[in-house]
């Protein structure tokens, strides 16, 4: 088994590394390296896959050793069960999609071997972070896919508006970071290893408050990386980078790792009990909010990107009520159908010369059909319309909510899904349908994109529509689920008779208003060009504001940081560093009064903060006595 | 005799003064010499701990002591002078205008 | 005798002390610091230091204190330290500071016992020489590296050529 | 008179032996021609400190002492001897280039920093408090003048004269301390120190703890920590580049492992009194070193801050005292002397307009046009920042699991946020770096040979001690083991 597994992380390694090395050299025939190496890592991963479905074999052992202190040992182990077979399939499928879209999408950019390197890279290192078997690997990879998308968000270094999305992502992870790190520290310190199979094993022996404050540092963590309540602000900002890094990063794969590690770690969740009320929770409420500022966002990126941020809080919800696999069920739906709105956006944009408003997009369907029409797969497919895939993941979670008994998550998710199919048809309508509202040199321009652009999204198209043949209810749950259940199981309170159908029923016809409401609204009288987007009321203020988080977050912490810092400086520094830092600069007009500042000023100073101390750490020993 | 406390509380007031020396001037050399007298009072120290305990040892430690002592002059010396050296090259006005 | 030796002895030590701390010319200090280091070395005398206290005078007053006035000398020749001080506030600070610190470890060591207990150790060159050579040869090597660096570093920092 | 000659334990010394003999080499070999360049003698000392470590290497797993107990022959010497070989033959490689090119090349300057190496060595395998005081004299006589080396520029004469004032006087703290704790149990021999302090009413003798409490400030300031830091940022900017790389490493491992000597080993008993001095220094120190190195602008002062900020996450690993933490303080020591010397590597061989790039501003672009270079110095801050798989990472990690398990969760979790504040500054660079156009005039490098050689030497050490860090742990465990069973 073990010649299935290392392939599929050894391959986009490879690829990197010579992408690294001879990038330059290779220039635009870079994908001539990228392309294939996670192609073959998806053949391979495909074979594992079959071999873990048919044969129902998992593998769990050590690659190799890497720390080894005493009683401290963490080898690199890696885990291939039906739950990262799933996950694989979707890193490395939706991967290799996303790599042939590039080759079209990112054709001319002057990064273009960079490009593929930092995509491989993160490749690999989603991959690896999916194998993990034990929390050390996870978490070091739960980083190292951190980096990659730090770096991809920054790819168009030269716009400011890009290097600084990327810094904020890389800060505002490193705080969900902070307390996933430290939950791994205290599992470890509660139960002597972070091996996976023996973390579970022994996890029902820890002390409930121990289970919860382990469990609840993960999720930060988690919240962190999938962007949930209160730490999503990166993602919308993260739109900033290439179109591709936005599916496949940001919509696809990376921040779903977050469900993931809630999935994979569930016994730990469900030993705390509240901790699993605290991920249904953040995650609805997560969903419903970013749900509402999608409804005015005007970007077609930033409406996806919080769509995603909702969509990601369905995906927590589900396995906070403990409907585990429908989850990552969400999880793998989310992923065809969110890829597939990326790239078509992605499309378009590229179509328009890059115009993301859709103030100024109509009557695209014309001109675009293909685009047009895998989009509108995926847009019927997230309103949750059947048979499309995002039906039944969505049902799932909602009547596992409802069968658990969290009838609050039922109802906020019903609203939310109500608000998801306003937005993605608001979306539709706007973009491609009714008058056309773009500029004569963006109509000019207007091309459908090329075979290269065009066939990933069929496949992703296809994906989306039948998807749901997975998730069709039967007799034992669902086929993912059975499917699933040796790793996950799915112990959900059965559905009363009749309620499963009237659910669904419920479900569709909420998806049908929503989308009515955005017919209505938009389609139906359009509504003149300048008018879109010009708030009409308070709350249209605050939902186009979102709620002003970032702001919040600029007052409470970024600014009395930096305050804190100079004061920090010029206290104990003393103009010194204008002073010596200026003085290279001109030397002699400044070194005499710099000097004199410093010679009067600092040694005295500095020996009086030493005798300070002095005084400070003998009072302190003589008290203690 | 004197006791052995009255030595050592003489040393801790030496200190001390150098201790203040060293904060209260400005003339780099006043500085060293306030750090010389430290390094004194710790001999005083030294060798008044030695009696006390009936030991040479205190008293070879201050051998060193004055070593170092010796050494870090030289040294400190060298610096000094390099730094006035240096700064005469902008500004000759600024030797003694310069306080410390 | 003793006693009224010690503390004569001491008052001129902490006044030379004062002294090198408060007079502005480095010069003045210097000559404090000459007085300061001679009263230790009487207090070694009675301490029956006596190889110590030879060494005192020719190490410090004689050899240290000869370059530390060389320094003066040649640096800042009659000029004490002039003009107003921007840091008063600051340096005052360092009083009750010291104070403090005094308090902290001279109440320590107030009194204790006169030297009744042990037998005084014999403090002449011979028994210190041989401590020097047997005991403490390791230390008594690393003076000599040490020595040496401090020789190569001073002639560095001082060499006229740039 | 009859003179009984002690028998000398030529073996405990080998390595300082090697390290003096190869001194004095170098001294003779200076006074030779040719006059102007001094490579050879750099590559006297570079073989001087090989055979160091080589003998270091022979001689591990022997406990002997020497001297009358006056040093020691255990793991922990030699665990950092073979850390200061490592660090000082970095600085000689990154000097080479470096000195030439800034117009300072003299022999002298290759004997100093042997002669500080000396130093280093005696304050690790030093078992008496007064081997102790004399290799910090020697160390820090010698990284005195190296500050001042560029006798021409007043910033470095700066930083020479302040590193010296400040350092003498803490040196007069380090040796009252010294006095007081010699007059409360009669001795400065450490293990004699220890059975005087088992003795229970010695044990709470107030002069000890005064001697304690002074020792402390004379061991912060040499490590630079809060509130003995002030030095650090002016002389870590004076000072030459190469010189301030050692600063940062070598005397500040140096003072780390006498600092472990005497915390833990006689004064263990002691141990409810001190903790809670150091863990108040340790959270001051990571906090202050954080929060002040965002405001910094110039390079070689940031690294300052973010050393000072490094030490109080070691100063941890000495709060918490088990085998765990003090194994956790030597293994960080390595990385830290690996991805700092790298950092300082590569800054050195930067300049701009003839003077060293050293402002953030310089480094604008700098993977556009020196890409290895900039590769290089971004492996180095993402190590300083602990992303895994760098060496920081593993010792970061080391050292807070140790806190926790020792119950110290207050603290691992201060340091953690203080971890996370700290990676913005270096992201900052990152930053720069990568993601900004080049602005002014050119940078340009100057890697020569050894230079090169040098830095791979610290790629190899940060990446290697990060994706096999077991040896190093088992060493280091190794090493703490004469006194921490």
Same mark, same amino acid.
């Given at each position: 088994m073990v010649h299935l597994i290392w392939p599929i992380p050894a391959l986009p390694l490879a690829g990197t590394l010579i992408l690294v090395f001879f990038g330059r050299r290779l220039g635009a025939r870079a994908h001539w390296v990228a392309v294939p190496s996670v192609g073959l890592a998806f053949v391979v991963a495909l074979a594992a896959f079959l071999r873990v479905w048919r044969d129902g074999e998992t593998f769990t052992g050590p690659l190799l050793d890497w720390i080894i202190a005493g009683d401290f040992r963490a080898p690199v182990t890696v885990q291939l069960d039906q739950l990262s077979a799933v996950m694989l399939l979707v890193v490395t499928g939706v991967g290799f999609l996303i790599h042939v879209y590039s080759i079209g999408y990112m054709h001319g950019d002057p990064g273009y071997p960079r490009f593929f390197a930092y995509l491989t890279l993160f490749v690999f290192s989603m991959v690896m972070l999916v194998l993990a078997g034990n929390f050390l690997l996870l978490y070091v990879f739960w980083e190292a896919v951190g980096l990659c998308s730090y770096l991809l968000i920054g790819f168009w270094y030269t716009r400011p508006a890009a290097a600084d999305a990327g810094k904020k992502a890389f800060i505002v992870n490193r705080v969900g970071d902070f307390g996933f790190a430290l939950g791994?520290?205290?599992?470890?310190?509660?139960?002597?290893?972070?091996?996976?199979?023996?973390?579970?094993?022994?996890?029902?022996?820890?002390?409930?408050?121990?289970?919860?404050?382990?469990?609840?540092?993960?999720?930060?963590?988690?919240?962190?990386?999938?962007?949930?309540?209160?730490?999503?602000?990166?993602?919308?900002?993260?739109?900033?980078?290439?179109?591709?890094?936005?599916?496949?990063?940001?919509? *696809?794969?990376?921040?779903? !790792? =977050?469900?993931?590690?809630? +999935?994979?770690?569930?016994?730990?969740? @469900?030993?705390?009990?509240? /901790?699993?009320?605290?991920?249904?929770?953040?995650?609805?409420?997560?969903?419903?909010?970013?749900?509402?500022?999608?409804?005015?966002?005007?970007?077609i990126k930033r409406i996806l990107a919080y769509s995603t941020i909702s969509q990601l809080g369905y995906m927590f919800a589900g396995v906070g009520v403990g409907a585990y696999a429908a989850g990552i069920y969400h999880l793998v739906t989310h992923a065809f159908f969110k890829a597939l709105l990326f790239l078509a956006a992605g499309s378009i944009i590229h179509a328009l010369g890059g115009e993301q408003d859709i103030r100024r997009m109509g009557g695209l369907a014309r001109?675009?059909?293909?685009?047009?029409?895998?989009?509108?797969? *995926?847009?019927?497919?997230? !309103? =949750?319309?059947?048979?499309? +895939?995002?039906?039944?993941?969505?049902? @799932?979670?909602?009547?596992? /909510?409802?069968?658990?008994g969290h009838l609050g998550v039922y109802a906020l998710g019903l609203l939310g899904a109500a608000f998801t199919a306003f937005y993605i048809f608001r979306l539709v309508f706007l973009a491609f349908f009714g008058p056309s509202r773009l500029d004569a040199e963006a109509a000019r321009h207007l091309h459908e994109s090329p075979p290269v652009m065009t066939i990933p999204l069929g496949f992703l198209a296809v994906l989306s529509a039948i998807g749901g043949v997975w998730g069709l209810p039967g007799e034992h749950g669902t086929p993912i689920a059975r499917f699933l259940d040796p790793v996950l199981p799915h112990g959900e309170a059965a559905l009363g008779p009749g309620t499963g159908p009237l659910l669904m029923a419920v479900a569709v016809a909420t998806a049908l208003g929503g989308i009515l409401a955005a017919w209505r609204m938009y389609l139906r009288r359009p509504v003149p060009a300048e008018r879109l987007g010009v708030p009409s009321n308070r709350l249209h203020v605050l939902l186009l504001g979102k709620y002003y988080v970032d702001e919040l977050y600029d007052a409470l912490f970024v600014r009395p940081l930096v305050a804190v810092s100079e004061w920090c400086a010029r206290v104990f520094d003393l103009g010194v560093i204008d002073g010596l830092v200026n003085g290279a600069a001109d030397l002699v007009g400044r070194w005499s009064s710099v000097l004199r500042r410093v010679q009067t000023g600092l040694v005295m100073n500095y020996a009086l903060s030493m005798l300070v101390g002095a005084v400070i750490l003998l009072g302190l020993l003589v008290r203690w006595r | 005799?004197?006791?052995?406390?009255?030595?050592?509380?003489?040393?801790?007031?030496?200190f001390t003064i150098g201790v203040v020396g060293v904060l209260v001037r400005r003339n780099p050399l006043v500085i060293f010499m306030s750090i010389e007298l430290m390094l004194n009072a710790a001999n005083l120290a030294f060798v008044a701990f030695g009696r006390e305990a009936g030991q040479l040892d205190g008293q070879v430690i201050v051998f060193f002591v004055m070593t170092v002592a010796a050494a870090e002059v030289a040294v400190g010396l060298a610096i000094i002078v390099a730094i006035f050296r240096a700064r005469q090259r902008i500004n000759v006005d600024d030797l003694n205008l310069m306080r410390w | 005798m003793e006693q009224v030796t010690f503390f004569v002895t001491a008052l001129i030590a902490v006044a030379s002390a004062i002294g090198l701390v408060v007079r502005r010319n480095p010069l003045h200090g210097a000559l404090f610091l000459v007085v300061n280091l001679f009263c230790v070395a009487v207090l070694y005398l009675l301490l029956r230091a006596e190889f110590l206290a030879a060494a005192q005078v020719i190490i410090y007053a004689g050899a240290i204190m000869v370059l530390f006035l060389f320094a003066i000398m040649i640096l800042i020749p009659g000029r004490a330290e002039t003009g107003r001080d921007p840091f008063r506030r600051q340096r005052l600070a360092a009083l009750p500071l010291g104070a403090a610190f005094l308090l902290l470890v001279g109440v320590l060591m107030w009194g204790g016992p006169p030297p009744g207990?042990?037998?005084?150790?014999?403090?002449?060159?011979?028994?210190?020489?041989?401590?020097?050579?047997?005991?403490?040869?390791?230390?008594?090597?690393?003076?000599?590296?040490?020595?040496?660096?401090?020789?190569?570093?001073?002639?560095?920092?001082?060499?006229r050529r740039a | 008179m009859e003179l009984a000659f002690p028998v000398i334990g030529w073996r405990v010394i080998t390595p300082m032996l090697l390290v003096t003999g190869t001194g004095f080499a170098c001294l003779l070999l200076d006074l030779l021609p040719p006059k102007e360049r001094k490579g050879h003698v750099a590559a006297v000392g570079l073989l001087g400190l090989a055979l160091a470590g080589l003998a270091t290497g022979l001689l591990w797993g022997q406990r002997e002492t020497a001297f009358r107990e006056m040093v020691a022959l255990d793991e922990f010497a030699l665990f950092f001897n073979l850390l200061f070989c490592v660090a000082t033959g970095l600085v000689l490689l990154l000097s080479h280039g470096y000195i030439r090119r800034q117009g300072i090349e003299q022999g002298e300057y290759y004997i100093l920093v042997l002669f500080a190496a000396l130093g280093m060595m005696l304050m690790a395998a030093g078992t008496d408090l007064l081997i102790i005081f004399l290799g910090l004299e020697l160390m820090s006589l010698s990284l005195y003048v190296l500050a001042g080396f560029f006798r021409t520029r007043p910033a470095s004469n700066e930083s020479a004269m302040k590193y010296f004032l400040l350092g003498a006087f803490a040196t007069g703290f380090f040796l009252y301390g010294i006095a007081l704790i010699y007059g409360a149990t009669g001795t400065t021999s450490l293990p004699r120190l220890a059975e005087a302090l088992a003795r229970a009413e010695l044990g709470r003798d107030p002069l000890l703890f005064a001697g304690l409490g002074l020792l402390l400030v004379g061991f912060g300031f040499k490590i630079s920590s809060v509130p003995f830091h002030m030095w650090a940022p002016d002389v870590y900017e004076g000072a030459p580049t190469a010189i301030t790389a050692l600063i940062a490493t070598g005397s500040k491992a140096a003072a780390f492992a006498a600092l472990l000597r005497v915390l833990l080993g006689p004064m263990r008993g002691l141990q409810p009194d001190w903790l809670v001095l150091v863990w108040i220094l340790a959270a001051l120190t990571m906090t202050l070193g954080n929060v002040v190195a965002i405001a910094q602008s110039n390079l070689k002062r940031m690294l300052a801050y973010s050393s000072i900020a490094h030490v109080g996450y070691m100063l941890i690993g000495v709060v918490v005292g088990t085998q765990l933490g003090a194994a956790a303080v030597l293994y960080y020591l390595a990385a830290y002397t690996f991805m700092t010397a790298g950092a300082f590597g590569v800054i050195l061989l930067l300049e701009r307009r003839g003077a060293e790039a050293v402002q953030l501003g310089d480094y604008a672009g700098l993977a556009a046009r020196h890409p290895l270079l900039a590769l290089l110095l971004a492996l180095f801050l993402l190590s300083l920042i602990g992303f895994p798989p760098t060496a920081g990472f593993v010792g970061k990690f080391y050292l807070f699991s140790a806190a926790i398990e020792a119950g110290y969760v207050g603290l691992a979790i201060l340091a953690v946020l203080n971890a996370v504040i700290a990676s913005y500054y270096y992201l900052r660079l990152i930053v720069y770096m990568y993601m900004r156009e080049p602005e002014g005039e050119p940078v340009v490098a100057a890697l020569t040979p050894a230079a090169g050689l040098g830095l791979a030497v610290a790629v190899w050490g940060t990446l290697h001690l990060g994706l096999a860090p077991g040896p190093l742990i088992g060493l280091a465990q190794g090493a703490v083991g004469p006194f921490l069973p």
């Open positions: 791994v520290m205290l599992l470890w310190v509660s139960l002597g290893t972070l091996e996976y199979d023996e973390v579970f094993a022994q996890a029902w022996a820890l002390p409930t408050g121990t289970a919860t404050a382990i469990a609840l540092l993960l999720f930060a963590g988690a919240c962190g990386k999938s962007a949930q309540l209160p730490l999503h602000t990166w993602l919308p900002d993260a739109m900033e980078g290439p179109t591709p890094v936005s599916a496949l990063i940001h919509a *696809a794969t990376m921040v779903t !790792a =977050g469900v993931y590690m809630v +999935a994979r770690a569930h016994v730990l969740f @469900e030993r705390s009990g509240v /901790a699993l009320e605290v991920v249904a929770w953040v995650g609805i409420l997560t969903a419903l909010f970013a749900a509402s500022i999608g409804l005015v966002q005007n970007d001109r675009l059909p293909v685009t047009t029409l895998t989009f509108l797969v *995926a847009a019927v497919a997230i !309103a =949750g319309i059947p048979p499309f +895939a995002g039906f039944f993941s969505k049902d @799932e979670i909602l009547a596992a /909510a409802w069968a658990s | 005799m004197v006791p052995v406390g009255y030595y050592t509380t003489l040393s801790a007031v030496l | 207990g042990a037998p005084p150790p014999p403090g002449g060159a011979a028994a210190v020489g041989r401590l020097l050579f047997t005991d403490y040869l390791l230390p008594f090597e690393i003076t000599a590296v040490l020595l040496l660096a401090a020789l190569v570093g001073a002639l560095v920092l001082a060499r | -």
